[in-house]
């Protein structure tokens, strides 16, 4: 099970829907070029043609700076949730490369089927869809 953070700070109720799918997505708010390929996930995710939960971390060891700079610049269809210093992934006990964007398909019961990055791999594309069809 995937926890998004301390229940006295926010729900997940409060944002997600528990009856659908969830991709979660971990980038790295401090790598510009990693913010310009949100665009190929929002369209990934729009191209789904069904609804999803999306949750999409973004890691900053400074969340000022990432809001007062570069949140404004940002575009993407879906809330983006400040994740400082990767408690997301110690909290879940997930080991993430430093990649650009660390991606993970949940079923309804908020348990990992997928573990990549389906904009990378056409072949991770395909196990995406279809573990969507099958979840």
């Known amino acids: ?24 997505i971990i980038v790295d708010a401090e790598c510009e070029k990693c913010i310009e390929k949100l665009a190929k996930v929002d369209t990934f995710i729009q191209s789904l043609n069904r609804e999803i939960n999306v949750l999409v971390f973004m890691n900053t060891s400074n969340p000022e700076y990432f809001l007062r700079y570069i949140y404004k610049d940002i ?11 990767y408690e997301y992934e110690k909290l879940n006990k997930i080991t993430a490369d430093k ?26 594309e395909k196990l995406y869809r279809k573990k969507l069809n099958e979840i």
């Open 99 to 124: 990649q650009f964007l660390y991606a993970l398909l949940l079923n309804s019961k908020q348990e990992i089927v997928v573990v990549g990055n389906p904009t990378y791999s056409h072949e991770l």
């Open 1 to 24: 099970m995937i926890h998004v953070g301390d229940p006295k700070m926010m729900r997940s109720t409060d944002f997600l829907n528990p009856k659908l799918n969830t991709f979660a």
């Open 75 to 85: 575009v993407f269809s879906y809330p983006l949730i400040l994740n400082k210093n």
